[in-house]
């Protein structure tokens, strides 16, 4: 897993979404989504189902794509509001909006994240 194979996944994402097909035949594409499923909470015996057809193998790579864009929409404004509420005193409200992005989020690595940010949201402010 690595830094490439979140890009590949987001640039295929983006090419259906803008109405590309998948690249016929790539031989590293089942590997890189056998490789992914699980970074985004899928399992790998997800990804080896959808690789059965273009069209389902299609529908994982959005489904990938759909759950990597949304999820770090979901960190960016958790930790926004997070951070603007703890600036203004309102530590319990900032806690209370990283619990709400935890409870929706699947991504592991995103989790991880706003648990980082949890843990932390009673520290005093570096200033």
Sequence with gaps: MTSDDWRKVIDLGLALANGAELPPQDPELPALL??????????????????GSVPETAALVREIHRRTRE????????????????????????????EDA???EVVPLYRAQLQAYLDHVDDPDDT
């Design 34 to 51: 056998r490789r992914m499923a699980p970074q985004v909470g899928m399992t790998r015996a997800d990804a080896d189902a959808a690789l």
């Design 102 to 104: 935890m409870a929706a």
């Design 71 to 98: 999820g770090s929409y979901r960190l960016g404004r958790a930790f926004g509001a997070s951070d603007a509420l703890k600036e203004n005193g309102d530590r319990a409200g900032a806690r209370k909006v990283l």
